[in-house]
C-alpha cells in the first residue's frame, strides 16, 4: 500500500475505532494520521511480530488522547486484529483512550496525563545510546500540549546530553481543548524556542507526506549532535470536511453512524 493510501487507511479506521464508542478524540487523532503514514511505512523499525523487540525504534505518543490514530495504523501494520479497532474504551479492551504500553503491542509509553512524554523519551534515548543501540525514539507532542512545563525540562536535558538519536513531532494544529492555542496561551514562535533549547529544529506541512519524509531524513543525516525537532503545521480534523471546519469543538466530538458513512465516503 502506498503511503497515501496507508494515510486514507488509517483515517477510516481511526474513525472506525471512535464510531465504537461514538464519540472521542477525532481532531488530534485525525492530525497526525500522514506522519503515522510516513513514520509506519517509511522509517519505523519495528517487527509486528515481536512488539518488544529489544532492537527497535520507539515511538512515545506523548499527546497520548490520539491513542485511535495509532491503534489504526499497528492494526493495519499488523500488531493486533483489525477487529479490536471495535472496542475502544470498553471494559476489559486492550485499547483504552490514551495509550497504555502494558495493554496493546506496540504502544511504546503510556501517556494521557500531558506534558511528559519527551522525558520519558529521554530516558529511552539515553538508554539506547548507554546500550550503543543506534535506534531512534520519536516523540509525538501537541502544540497545545507544550504549555506544560515539564516539556521544556525535557528538552534541556535532551540537548545538554546530545541525544541526536531524539526526533520531536509538534503536532501544530492550532487548536487545543477549548479554544485556538494562540487565544488561551500562544506558543509560538516554536521554531525559535526548540533552537534556543538546542535541538535542530524544521517546519514543515504536516501531511506533506514528501516533506515529512525528507525532513525525517534531513534529522538523520545531521551530524550535529544536536536532538532533533520537525514542527508540523496540521489541520485538526484533517481529511474529513465536516470535522475540519468544526472549530476547536472537533478536539472531542460525536462519531455518529450517519457522519460515519459521510466521512468513509470522503475518504474513499
Ligand atoms: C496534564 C493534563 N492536563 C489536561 C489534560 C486534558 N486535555 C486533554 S487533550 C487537551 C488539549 C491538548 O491540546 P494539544 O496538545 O494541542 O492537542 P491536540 O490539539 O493536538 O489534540 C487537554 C487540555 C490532560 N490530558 N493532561
Known amino acids: 500500500m502506498d503511503v497515501v493510501q496507508f494515510s486514507k487507511e488509517i483515517r477510516r479506521n481511526t474513525l472506525r475505532c471512535l464510531h465504537s464508542q461514538g464519540s472521542g478524540h477525532v481532531g488530534g487523532s485525525l492530525s497526525i494520521a500522514d506522519l503515522l503514514a510516513v513514520l509506519y511505512s517509511k522509517h519505523m523499525h519495528v517487527d509486528p511480530n515481536d512488539p518488544r523487540a529489544e532492537d527497535r525504534d520507539k515511538l512515545v505518543l506523548s499527546k497520548?488522547?490520539?491513542?485511535?490514530?495509532?491503534?489504526?495504523?499497528?492494526?493495519l501494520k499488523g500488531f493486533f486484529p483489525m477487529e479490536w479497532l471495535d472496542t475502544l474504551n470498553r471494559l476489559g479492551t486492550?485499547?483504552?483512550?490514551?495509550?497504555?504500553?502494558?495493554?496493546?503491542?506496540?504502544?511504546?509509553?503510556?501517556?494521557?496525563?500531558?506534558?511528559?512524554?519527551?522525558?520519558?523519551?529521554?530516558g529511552l534515548a539515553l538508554a539506547n545510546r548507554a546500550k550503543?543501540?543506534?535506534?531512534?525514539?520519536?516523540v509525538i507532542t501537541g502544540e497545545g500540549e507544550l504549555q506544560e512545563g515539564q516539556n521544556w525540562e525535557g528538552a534541556m536535558f535532551a540537548s545538554a546530553k546530545h541525544l541526536d538519536h531524539l526526533i520531536v513531532f509538534v503536532d501544530s494544529n492550532k487548536m487545543q481543548i477549548d479554544g485556538l492555542t494562540k487565544d488561551v496561551m500562544d506558543v509560538e514562535d516554536l521554531v525559535a524556542k526548540f533552537s534556543a533549547f538546542g535541538f535542530e529544529t524544521q517546519r514543515v506541512n504536516g501531511h506533506d507526506h514528501k516533506a515529512l519524509d525528507e525532513a525525517i531524513v534531513r534529522a538523520k543525516q545531521s551530524r550535529e549532535h544536536k536532538p532533533h525537532c520537525i514542527v508540523m503545521d496540521t489541520v485538526k480534523g484533517k481529511g474529513v470536511s465536516f470535522y475540519e471546519t468544526m472549530g476547536p469543538g472537533v478536539h472531542s466530538t460525536t462519531v455518529t453512524d450517519e457522519q460515519y458513512l459521510a466521512a468513509l465516503e470522503e475518504l474513499k
Not at 497520548?64 to 492494526?75: D, F, I, R, S
Not at 503491542?105 to 522525558?119: E, H, I, K, R, Y
Not at 550503543?132 to 520519536?138: A, E, M, T
Request: glycine share 14%; hydrophobic share 35%.
Open 64 to 75: 497520548g488522547h490520539a491513542g485511535p490514530a495509532l491503534y489504526a495504523t499497528l492494526a
Open 94 to 122: 486492550r485499547l483504552p483512550s490514551h495509550v497504555n504500553i502494558n495493554l496493546t503491542p506496540g504502544v511504546d509509553m503510556t501517556a494521557g496525563s500531558l506534558g511528559q512524554g519527551l522525558s520519558c523519551a529521554c
Open 132 to 138: 550503543g543501540s543506534d535506534r531512534y525514539v520519536y
